[in-house]
């Protein structure tokens, strides 16, 4: 069997590895690792809540081995990919680190993901599995992946949580207690995979037609979330309570679920962040950390303003982030929620930034940290690449550790992303302070991100490019009150033609596309703006729908 994975990737160069390693950035130890080390010394503590299930290090070990060579007996074998489709729950997280144990590779699908995105992303990756729940808010993901596995030679493995279909596999059964298994441990510690092998694929937020996948090795991974515990303070006592989608890098491992089980504390799974379920959780569990999104932070001040429970007592750290935290919020975080604010700027590709717990008021709700690690390599660059000084905003590009190289098996995606000698360029437009902390101005990517979500304007544009009677189409952000953007459609149709936003929101579901890159609003004019060398001109777009919206509530 040829490995795919390896052929896709794109390494650090030998000198930088041979680096990391001397300077103790790679611990050379595989992810499932660190697990088995907490287990071994805190076996009866408590690691993974949900709901009424509670397991403890010893039997999340336990479960993770038995899992892991559940998988193996399936068929999977190490390099494999799985694609990974569930909610916030212990079943989401015994079956990663199984993955991290037997060298499969989980691909982080979001649970909003539907078959346009899945079918792509499992055929790039020639994932043989998926894990997917039954039904959910009557999505019937199984029968979705029943779909997948129809028209995909290489997925011949569905597993399901919850009711499954007699042709499928239970995912219950893979995940259960070891007992029938015995000497999992033993004999997966001898096949254990190479810690600069691929330990996940996390998906990018997108700025290019199709979804890339970014191959996180085990070494660097493990790094992002050593790092981004000691920014964090994650000790023993940490109660992590997770609700953003646990797939994403941010609840995930900066320092979020994977960080919190490697520390010792405990996590807790919830599959949303909706407040009076969160508070309650939190109140019950004493939780002392947690992560949000900007939209949502905002809405658990709202709602703590309007019920002034004492519910969240033992919250001590929120940490928000995912897009632009603006600083009216920031500053109500401390005095609302009584919970210390860490602003996250960070990116599925790598570079993690924090304000750090201990940073004055000013920089906290100011500011979008500094890098979590001093061995991240950044610069803010103008047009012509030269650096900038400080206080001059500009293109930041950045290297490190746990910043990959380039994207899998995207070579032109890569050209774009990545300079020769191995700068990501993210397309965010930031300004560094001279006392080291960056401030996110803008960006100078075509994507639009819908309060954490991220939608590329040019996958959505090519599928509105289907439309017969559509000439022209340009994806832009338009601002909203809570979400910081959404998604706004200009087109030109053909003349005597009409389209509508519900035609084209209809289109859209039918092609299968998650629900949040669906335009919420629609421009239609008799042509659009261009710049001098022909290309929409978005900036013209932008400030129009603003300026429209703007109208619109004066009218009101
Ligand atoms: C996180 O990761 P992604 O991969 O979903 O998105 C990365 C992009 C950044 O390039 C930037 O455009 C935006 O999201 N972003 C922010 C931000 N945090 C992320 N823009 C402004 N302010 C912030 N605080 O979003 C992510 C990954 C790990 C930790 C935190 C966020």
Redesign the pocket.
């Known amino acids: 069997m040829t490995t795919h994975t390896s052929e896709g990737t794109v390494p650090w160069p030998a000198d930088l590895a041979a680096r990391f390693r001397r300077e103790g950035y790679w611990d050379d130890r595989p992810l499932g690792a660190y697990l088995l080390d907490t287990a071994d010394r805190l076996p009866d503590k408590s690691a993974v809540v949900d709901g009424d299930v509670r397991l403890s290090y010893a039997e999340l070990a336990d479960r993770v081995d038995a899992a892991a060579e559940r998988l193996l007996q399936l068929g999977l074998k190490a390099d494999d990919r799985i694609m990974v489709q569930l909610p916030n729950g212990w079943q989401f997280t015994v079956l990663t680190l199984a993955c991290f144990r037997a060298g499969i590779i989980p691909v982080m699908a979001l649970p909003a993901h539907r078959r346009y995105e899945l079918s792509f992303l499992t055929e790039l990756s020639e994932s043989r599995a998926i894990a997917v729940p039954d039904v959910i808010k009557d999505f019937d993901h199984q029968a979705l992946a029943e779909g997948l596995a129809s028209t995909i030679p290489s997925l011949e493995h569905i597993l399901v949580s919850g009711a499954v279909n007699p042709a499928n596999t239970r995912l219950e059964d893979i995940l259960a207690p070891g007992a029938d298994v015995p000497g999992a441990r033993a004999r997966l510690d001898a096949a254990a995979p190479a810690a600069d092998s691929p330990a996940l694929f ?4 997108g700025t290019t037609g199709l979804p890339k996948l970014i191959v996180r090795t085990h070494n660097d991974y493990a790094y992002n979330i050593k790092a981004t515990s000691a920014a964090t303070a994650v000790t023993e006592d940490t109660v992590y309570l997770g609700t953003l989608p646990a797939s ?3 609840p995930l491992a ?1 320092p979020g679920i994977l960080g919190i089980l490697f520390a010792g504390g405990r996590a807790v799974m919830l599959p949303s962040p909706e407040p009076r379920k969160a508070f309650a959780t939190i109140e019950r569990e004493r939780v002392t950390l947690s992560t949000a999104v ?1 939209a949502v932070a905002q809405r658990w001040v709202e709602y703590q303003q309007e019920t002034g429970s004492d519910q969240l007592a033992s919250l001590e750290v929120l ?7 603006p600083d009216e919020i920031a500053q109500k975080v401390k005095p609302v929620l009584g919970a210390t604010l860490q ?7 790598g570079l ?2 924090t304000t750090r717990l201990d940073d004055p008021e000013e920089v906290i709700c100011t500011t ?1 940290g500094r890098p979590v690690s001093e061995a991240d390599e950044v610069r803010i660059v103008d047009e012509a690449g030269e650096d900038l000084p400080d206080g001059i905003p500009g293109s930041i590009l950045t290297r490190g550790p746990y910043t990959p190289r380039g994207y899998y098996r995207a070579p032109e995606a890569n050209a774009r992303a990545f300079t020769p000698d191995g700068w990501y360029a ?3 437009i930031v300004e560094r302070r001279p006392d080291g902390n960056l401030i ?1 101005k803008g ?1 100078d ?1 075509d ?1 639009i ?1 819908r309060g ?1 979500e ?1 939608i590329s304007a040019e996958e959505i544009e090519s599928l509105i490019y289907r439309i017969e009677d559509v000439t022209m189409a340009a994806a832009v952000s338009m601002p909203d009150p809570m979400l910081g953007e959404r998604l706004c459609l200009y087109i030109t149709v053909k003349p005597g033609r009409d389209v509508t936003l519900e035609q084209i929101q209809e289109m859209l579901r039918e092609t299968g596309v998650a629900a949040f890159k669906i335009p919420e609003h629609l421009v239609v004019l008799d042509e659009l703006p261009t710049t001098k060398v022909g290309k929409i001109n978005k900036k013209d777009l932008r400030a129009d729908i603003a300026e429209r919206l703007a109208a619109d509530i004066q009218a009101h």
Request: hydrophobic share 35%; net charge positive.
């Open positions: 996390l998906l990018s937020g994403h890098n941010f900066c900007p940490q928000v982030g995912g897009s632009r935290l602003q996250v700027f960070g990116m599925a590709e993690i930034n979008q993210s397309g965010d996110v960006r990517k994507m991100n954490g991220k």
